[in-house]
């Protein structure tokens, strides 16, 4: 349990420092494969432009959730906010936002100005909300926003009132929600993941050992270890723009994701799809054990004729 002495305020006011991610071209085709790009066709016209371009490699396009990328570390930024004591091994992904705001360039330095966006006492845990923004440096342009949330076990219960703590900077009717219909879905997008996958999407940034050591996947409950929650969405949003956007991804404008359970290397991902205006409401489902697995919406700019 947290401990009672500490001022939450402390926490919602606190500066973090503007840190930086720089990327290249090659960044960008192994995020693409790590989320699957060109997994089940090498040639795919609508995949092959996140890592091939005919003209040289800096006119490959980015896909939208590569914005998930300029993020990576945040956890480490966690651990340092004043008086919030929680085990990063008991840390929980639990749902993502971005919000993009200018295409991609295939190449930059990005600037990452954070600041607290939600806190909320749970009693047996602390829900954290922490708001990215993210500007070209050389431009000095946003380039996108990035809210992710998280579930600190072990961290709530410092509430010195009743209702318990929570604190939320934006609006209310900002609230990310989504349901999904029951009708049959407008589109529906199957991929293989790898044996492999995990370890190939952690060359992007994220080494955490859950998804590439058995001991450590094991002591946390799961028979080996587990796909990156982020990378699922890579897949689902990447099959949105392939169906939905004719593969164009600067269609993206907005991506909200629930992980909702575990997926494990070499799994099926079914990602289905209801229209709804310019949202696209969606859910993927693991077909070997027939699970729900993320759940969540896109909305887009402009759709394509195709549609």
Not at 85 to 111: M, T, V, W
Not at 169 to 195: G, M, R, W
Not at 198 to 213: E, F, I, K, M, T
Request: charged content about 20%.
């Amino acid at each position: 349990m947290a401990d009672k002495s500490f001022d939450p305020q402390q926490i919602i006011s606190y500066e973090f420092p503007v840190t930086t991610f720089t990327y290249t071209e090659r960044d960008v085709a192994l995020y693409a494969l790590g989320v699957g790009a060109c997994g089940s066709d090498a040639v795919d016209e609508k995949e092959l432009k996140y890592v091939y371009h005919k003209d040289g490699q800096g006119f490959i396009k980015v896909l939208p959730t590569f914005a998930a990328l300029f993020i990576t570390g945040a956890t480490d930024t966690f651990a340092k906010l004043p008086g919030l004591k929680f085990d990063p091994n008991l840390l929980l992904h639990g749902q993502q936002y971005i919000e993009i705001h200018k295409p991609f360039p295939s190449s930059a330095c990005i600037e990452n100005r954070m600041e607290v966006a939600g806190l909320h006492d749970k009693g047996k845990a602390t829900i954290l909300e922490v708001e990215t923004k993210s500007y070209e440096k050389k431009s000095g342009e946003l380039l996108c926003m990035n809210r992710t949330t998280v579930y600190l076990r072990g961290a709530g219960g410092f509430s010195k009132s009743s209702p318990p703590y929570s604190y939320r900077k934006y609006p209310a009717n900002q609230v990310l929600t989504v349901k999904i219909p029951n009708s049959q879905p407008f589109a529906v997008q199957e991929d293989c993941t790898h044996q492999s996958q995990a370890l190939l999407y952690r060359l992007s940034g994220d080494y955490n050992p859950l998804h590439s050591d058995p001991v450590v996947a094991g002591a946390a409950g799961f028979s080996r270890p587990i796909l990156h929650g982020l990378c699922t969405l890579g897949f689902a949003v990447r099959a949105i723009v392939k169906r939905l956007c004719n593969g164009e991804p600067t269609l993206v404008k907005s991506i909200f994701g629930r992980f909702l359970l575990h997926v494990y290397p070499g799994e099926t991902l079914i990602t289905e799809m209801w229209l709804e205006s310019s949202k696209v409401l969606f859910q993927t489902k693991v077909r070997e054990r027939n699970k729900a697995v993320l759940s969540g919406y896109v909305v887009l700019g402009q759709l394509t004729s195709s549609l």
